[in-house]
């Protein structure tokens, strides 16, 4: 095993620089074992690094068992040649274990003796051979240690001066000892010798000792020395510091010093503008501006810590409190003088001892509004005091809007009830006496009936919703207008054409564009203003939304002003236009209300205008006043244009025809015709065609639906003829018209027209040929009952003797006569407005060749070889229809 471990050494691990330290032979567990015959080469085949073994088990540690196991990143089963090399090794392990790994390896099943053996080793140990036993360890590791070269060549050289060193072991290792002592007694001797040199190297070592201390004596005193420097040094440091502090801190005071005289400090020329500055010249506002803005900058300054503390500054901080309220009193009492001011020369223009005729006469004539752009340009100077004012006294800033508000809304309340009793003279001039055709009376438009129904109108709280069920109070004059019996629609007059003509229609469009065309500008300039003038919209932090109209809210801490937002900016400027323009919706209301009055048909004027002017009002700001309010007024008209459809199809369902007279086209299907055509004018290009649409298809299908009715309930005129001429004059009108959304509804009407037209042909023309008819039509039943065609003359009441006395019964002369006997009929049946006689005589013309060539067939089918003709012929037929219809 020795030679083994040396000739491993020696091939594998010394070129590597590596030293074996214990060697065991086995082979894998479970494994049968095989005889190996070892070579003179060696190869390394696997490698394990010792530091990745976790665990040894040794299997059984009271009974000798040469298996064991390693545990790397597996386990490794081996089976050792003996139990002794197994514990040999695995004690190598161990002792590697202890001092290279820190006791990092896991023994199990291993015997305690066997781990012991190495310290008790080491007790053992003489304490003389300490420097032996400290290198117990490397030396029980090394059992083995190759020589080195030249140990090799001296121990040769050694054995070959003693030729019996080999042959006599003894003998070599006792010369050998002698010659050891040999060379112990020559170092002793040595050692002895050398005595002397060594009291010369004490005596020395003497010298440098007494060396030492004197220079140590001269280093206390130097350090003596130093220490009363350093102590002087520290004194002057201590000095120097205590100097850059007081400098330090007077730079500070300076920077405090020229911080609050630059920025708490307020000229004289600022502080007298503030106290009695000119506030009505432009060069007294500006200066008062300055001065106020310059003491806004003073008041916001960041004051640093302690300067709250410094009897100058709260000196300086009353004193800008004191200018602040001074100035902020003088700003409220001058723009409130002005507020009376303007109202009360406004007002002073309509009392009596002034030249009334000049103001409202002019604004009667032009039908416009007072301008109050000059208020608002001399206000608008005052803009950037406003805006001061509501950042430093937010109480006075309500106050003053609260006061304007209060003034303008009576100003504009007075104004706007003039502007629209002048719209009412003007719209109430359109209205005419005579009563139209279809019998619709009207208004007298004399004053005092004007008076007594704006009155009226005005009495009425709150808005109208669209219902005109109020103003059936209004008292209508001229009771010589009203309807003739002979016009029992009554009631069409709303659907149909109104006694008002296209002029007076067109004329209450313009009034109706005028009152609108100058609230707008007046709202949208009023808007502009307050937004301006009150610095709204201009930041995100608003005031309050105070009640303008009572009392003032209490403050809100910084943190909730900031959270307002822009919208709640827009809420204010709204609140305070609701409040100054509070009689705009109800005057608009009252107008419409009169002017659906006056004629129905003004509520699609007045929907056309509304929506055009909401839409653009829309586009310049949809949450704006102007828009809010057209869009509630929008709501009004609107449901006035729907209760004009809605009583428009109720009148249609109320309306009875005469009884004593043919019923022709009917009033409602000729008011369908001209409210489309007044429609389709009013509403080209507008943007609420929708409306107009849904109001068609509701309307036309109230027309199909009653004219079917009175078809029905017609005695004097047949039903055929009522359906054919009103469905006719139906489509004429959609055709004419091309109104898309009724294509549905024009198709549908010629096709009822084409059916009722060829109906009353069929039913008329049985009359002229009866008995002719009534035979043939036996005929035709014997066919469908199975008699065969050839086979007819055979019976009894159809021979050809039957047949030749019903034809002789209808000479030429005989089928004139019924055929103009027939076109009476149907001349008196028709209307002449819808002129459908020529249409109906021709179709009759064609039934009636249709019915001959008919009956021909039948006479050649059913009677053949009999040579039976009728007495007249295709043409005879055409020279009849011809000249009859000639000769009417």
């Known amino acids: 095993m020795t030679a083994i471990k040396h000739a491993l050494q020696r091939d594998i691990f010394t070129p590597n620089d590596e030293r074996l330290l214990g060697i065991v032979n086995v082979c894998k567990a479970g494994k049968k074992k095989k005889n190996c015959f070892l070579g003179d080469f060696y190869k390394r085949q696997q490698t394990w690094e010792l530091r990745d073994l976790t665990e ?214 600022h502080i007298r503008a503030l106290q009695e500055g000119d506030l009505t010249s432009p060069k007294g506002i500006e200066a008062c501006i300055n001065a106020s803005e310059a003491l806004l900058q003073c008041m916001n300054v960041a004051l640093r810590p302690g300067h709250d503390k410094l009897m100058a500054m709260n000196q300086q901080q009353l004193l800008f409190a004191e200018l602040r309220d001074t100035f902020a009193r003088r700003l409220t009492n001058h723009l409130n003088n002005v507020f009376v001011h303007q109202f009360y020369r406004s007002s002073c223009l309509s009392l009596p001892g002034h030249d009334q005729s000049s103001t409202l006469s002019q604004h009667t004539a032009e039908l416009t509004l007072p301008k109050h752009s000059p208020l608002h340009r001399d206000l608008l100077r005052y803009a950037k005091l406003m805006e001061w004012l509501k950042n430093t006294h937010r109480e006075k800033y309500e106050g003053l809007s609260r006061t304007y508000v209060e003034y303008m809304s009576k100003l504009y309340e007075r104004e706007i009830k003039e502007f629209f009793e002048v719209a009412k003279i003007k719209m109430a001039g359109t209205s005419k006496d005579p009563k139209g055709k279809f019998g619709k009376p009207t208004l007298p438009r004399k004053e005092s009936a004007l008076k007594q129904e704006t009155e009226s109108l005005h009495g009425s709280s709150g808005k109208l919703t669209g219902s005109t069920s109020s103003l059936n109070k209004l008292t209508v004059q001229g009771s010589n207008s009203r309807r003739s019996q002979s016009s029992s629609l009554l009631d069409m007059g709303n659907m149909s054409a109104s006694d008002l003509d296209v002029a007076d229609r067109t004329k209450f469009d313009k009034i109706f564009e005028q009152v609108l ?24 932090t608003v005031p309050e939304t105070e009640d303008l109209d009572g009392s003032l809210p209490s403050k809100k801490p910084p943190q909730a002003e900031h959270r307002h937002s822009l919208s709640s900016e827009k809420d204010i400027v709204r609140l305070m236009m609701n409040k100054i323009f509070q009689s705009i919706e109800t005057e608009l209301n009252s107008l419409i209300a009169l002017g659906d009055k006056i004629d129905s048909f003004h509520s699609l004027y007045m929907l056309v205008k509304m929506s055009h002017h909401v839409w653009t009002a829309e586009n310049v700001d949809p949450a704006s006043y102007l828009s809010t309010t057209l869009g509630n007024v929008l709501v009004t008209v609107k449901r006035n244009f729907d209760k004009c459809i809605s009583n428009q199809i109720r009148q249609m ?16 299907v000729t008011g ?109 039943a014997r066919v469908a009952q199975g008699v065969r065609e050839e086979e ?34 149907v001349d008196k049946h028709l209307c002449e407005e819808e002129s459908l006689l020529q249409v109906v005589w021709h179709s009759m013309q064609d039934e009636f060749i249709r019915q001959y060539k008919h009956f021909e067939d039948l006479i050649g089918r059913c009677y053949p070889g009999s040579g039976i003709t009728m007495e007249f012929t295709i043409q005879d037929m055409l020279e009849y229809f011809s000249s009859i219809a000639q000769s009417h």
């Open 672 to 780: 369908f015709e001209e409210f489309a055509e007044l429609a389709e004018t009013i509403f080209r290009n507008a943007e609420r065609r929708g409306d107009l649409d849904k109001a068609y298809v509701k309307l036309i299908r109230a027309v199909f639906m009653n004219v079917e009715k009175v078809a029905n309930e017609s005695q004097k005129t047949p039903r055929d003829v009522v359906m054919m001429e009103n469905f006719h004059h139906i489509f004429s009108t959609l055709s004419r018209l091309k109104i898309s959304c009724l294509d549905a509804e024009r198709r549908e009407a010629k096709h009822k027209y084409t059916d009722h037209l060829q109906s009353y042909v069929i039913n008329s023309l049985g009359q002229p040929l009866e008995k002719l008819n009534h035979f043939f039509e036996g005929v035709e």
């Open 792 to 825: 007819v003359s055979y019976q009894l009441a159809f021979n050809k003797q039957e047949l030749r006395k019903v034809i002789k019964e209808y000479p030429g002369k005989e089928v004139k006569k019924g055929l103009d006997n027939l076109y009476k009929k």
């Open 517 to 540: 065309s100058e609230l707008e500008p007046l709202c949208l300039a009023e808007q502009d203003f307050i937004s301006k003038f009150f610095k709204l919209q201009q930041h995100l």
């Open 56 to 269: 040894v088990d040794a299997k059984d540690a009271s009974k000798e068992n040469p298996e064991f196991d390693l545990h790397f990143e597996k386990v490794y089963r081996w089976v050792a040649s003996s139990t002794a090399e197994k514990n040999s090794f695995i004690s190598c392990i161990w002792k590697l274990n202890q001092r290279y790994l820190r006791k990092k390896v896991e023994f199990v099943n291993v015997s305690s003796q066997l781990l012991e053996e190495l310290p008790k080793a080491e007790e053992s140990v003489p304490s003389g051979e300490s420097q032996s036993v400290a290198g117990g360890d490397e030396d029980a590791l090394d059992e083995y240690q190759e020589l080195s070269t030249r140990e090799e060549q001296d121990i040769e050289s050694m054995m070959v001066t003693c030729e019996y060193a080999i042959s006599n072991a003894e003998a070599f290792a006792e010369k050998l000892f002698k010659e050891l002592q040999v060379l112990d007694g020559a170092n002793i001797q040595s050692i002895m010798a050398s005595e002397k040199q060594v009291n010369i190297l004490m005596q020395l070592l003497d010298e440098a000792l007494g060396e030492v201390d004197t220079i140590e004596g001269k280093l206390s005193s130097y350090e003596e020395m130093l220490q009363s420097v350093k102590e002087q040094m520290d004194q002057i440091s201590q000095s120097n510091r205590l100097i850059q502090i007081s400098n330090t801190n007077n730079g500070k005071l300076l920077d405090e010093i020229q911080f609050l005289v630059n920025y708490m400090d307020l000229s004289k020329g």
């Open 653 to 668: 369902e109320e309306f009875k025809i005469s009884k004593k007279s043919k019923v022709g086209i009917l009033p409602f």
